[in-house]
């Protein structure tokens, strides 16, 4: 999603279709098979925006022990699919 982007849903939005995934290379390469993987369902929405119209999920991320100078990403899934332009990338300070 893009900041302030929106998306209609006709329908009930079932919890458990969202989750959040952070994948993490370490030594910084930036590509191949990730050392760290972690999934979570988005288990609560919350809606702050002055329409209450707009959902946010607001969640703690557990993350393993992660060394300085790993790539990471994370991003929103649905249905196990990534969600268009939700992926950001980090390095670890």
């Known amino acids: 999603m893009s900041p302030g982007g929106q998306h209609t849903l ?4 079932a919890q ?3 989750s959040i995934e952070n994948v993490c290379n370490f030594a910084g390469k930036t590509n ?7 999934t979570d369902a988005v288990v609560s929405w919350l809606y702050s925006d002055s329409t209450n119209t707009i959902p946010h999920a607001i969640m703690p991320i557990y993350l393993t022990n992660i060394p300085a100078g790993s790539y990471c990403k994370v991003f929103l899934l649905k249905n196990n699919q990534v969600v268009k332009g939700s992926t950001t990338s980090f390095t670890v300070l």
């Open 16 to 18: 458990v279709d969202f």
């Open 10 to 13: 006709d329908g009930t939005l």
């Open 32 to 38: 191949g098979r990730p050392d760290s993987i972690q």
